[in-house]
């Protein structure tokens, strides 16, 4: 079974700390999203990364940045954390490369609940 | 830009009735992929089903199947004989096929299965 793996699952931090969310797969997926969710509003997209090193803006990058050094681990970085920024934060991942318009299904971890105050 | 609404915040079923949870989106693109999602109150997201855009013949799993209906870009999910592990939140959601596989979802309609 594909696991993916997020570092906490209840996280809370002080306005202007610098935050970081890990997630880590263990399929060699190429494939790497964060998305963040609140009520009503479902999943909105972060950012997403389908090779090492390359990442791609999603629907709501500002405040946000991302790293990928290794296949297997994505990270969410918040700069400078902002009250706004309080959610729940999934990490997924899916086979295929980027263009490849493979329908990969995306396996999601477990959920960051993030709390900043 | 692609949009998938569900229209029902909220549902209610009794234990071993059928539901139908609603879904719409719009797009300009011609093949694509829907799938349902499931977040039990547990939180891990699972898929309940996938459709392909091509095919014209209604997924099914189980007791779980969809009625897709291309031409009103409706993708609506049926859940026959509901069990209390049906309880959670179902998220309908897009793919983009020539995108990176992004997927665009739904606001989500917490379902609840009473006994």
């Known amino acids: 079974d594909v696991k993916v793996t997020q570092s906490s699952r209840y996280l809370v931090k002080r306005t202007g700390e610098k935050v970081f969310l890990e997630c880590v797969q263990d399929m060699d997926h190429e494939n790497m999203f964060w998305y963040r969710q609140d009520p009503g509003l479902g999943l909105r997209l972060i950012y997403f990364s389908y090779d090492v090193k390359m990442k791609e803006k999603g629907d709501i990058p500002e405040g946000y940045s991302v790293s990928r050094e290794k296949k297997e681990r994505f990270s969410l970085i918040l700069e400078s954390a902002s009250t706004n920024q309080t959610s729940m934060y999934l990490c997924?991942?899916?086979?295929?490369?980027?263009?490849?318009?493979?329908?990969?299904?995306?396996?999601f971890g477990p959920g960051t609940r993030l709390t900043v105050t | 830009a692609q949009t998938v609404t569900q229209s029902q915040p909220e549902m209610s079923v009794q234990e071993a009735e059928t539901v139908t949870l609603s879904c719409t989106y719009d797009?300009?693109?011609?093949?694509?992929?829907l799938f349902w999602y499931k977040q039990p109150p547990s939180r891990q997201m699972i898929l309940v089903i996938r459709?392909?855009?091509?095919?014209?013949q209604n997924a099914t799993e189980n007791r779980f199947s969809v009625n897709f209906q291309k031409a009103a870009k409706s993708f609506s999910l049926k859940i026959s004989d509901s069990q209390l592990g049906d309880t959670a939140m179902y998220f309908c959601a897009f793919l983009h096929n020539n995108a990176g596989n992004m997927l665009t979802f739904g606001g989500g309609t917490r379902l609840m299965v009473k006994p």
């Open positions: 459709q392909e855009a091509y095919k014209q």
């Open positions: 797009t300009s693109e011609n093949n694509y992929y």
């Open positions: 997924a991942s899916s086979l295929g490369g980027h263009g490849q318009g493979s329908p990969y299904e995306q396996y």
